[in-house]
């Protein structure tokens, strides 16, 4: 019986571990991007050091993310996902940054980083 418990325990904690393989690859692509909008952005926000590395941590993980978006669907579908996914970035933003910061990224963020649009051939 301990043994059951144990393994299953070991398999718990093994998947509470586990991260997403795709996030993990390195993208210098990415990385650069999410670099020079950690910068454009701090112009305004005014970034601690440890904000700068979380924030920048952050934007390459959502780039890399919306980057699968594009890749895998397309038209109102993808405008729909993209918007989803800003959504949790800026919710995510929260811990990261403080609320006058917050309120500033906020106003920022749609035109630092636009969503796109759909083109009339796509909407139908």
């Known amino acids: 019986m301990k043994k059951i418990l144990l393994l299953g325990l070991l398999l718990i904690a093994t998947g509470a571990f586990a991260q997403d393989a795709f996030l993990q690859k ?6 650069a991007r999410a670099e020079v909008l950690t910068q454009r952005y701090n112009e305004e926000l005014a970034l ?6 979380l924030f920048q941590k952050k934007v390459e993980e959502f780039l890399i ?5 594009r890749m895998k669907t397309e038209g109102k579908n993808e405008m729909d996902a993209l918007a989803e996914l800003q959504i949790q970035e800026i919710t995510e933003m929260n811990n990261v940054l403080t609320q006058p910061q917050m309120d500033l ?3 920022m963020r ?3 980083q636009p969503i796109g649009e759909v083109s009339s051939k796509d909407k139908m």
């Open 110 to 112: 749609p035109v630092m």
């Open 26 to 31: 390195d993208n210098d692509e990415m990385e």
């Open 65 to 69: 993310r919306a980057e699968s978006i």
């Open 48 to 53: 601690t050091p440890k904000q700068m590395t």
């Open 105 to 107: 990224y906020k106003k």
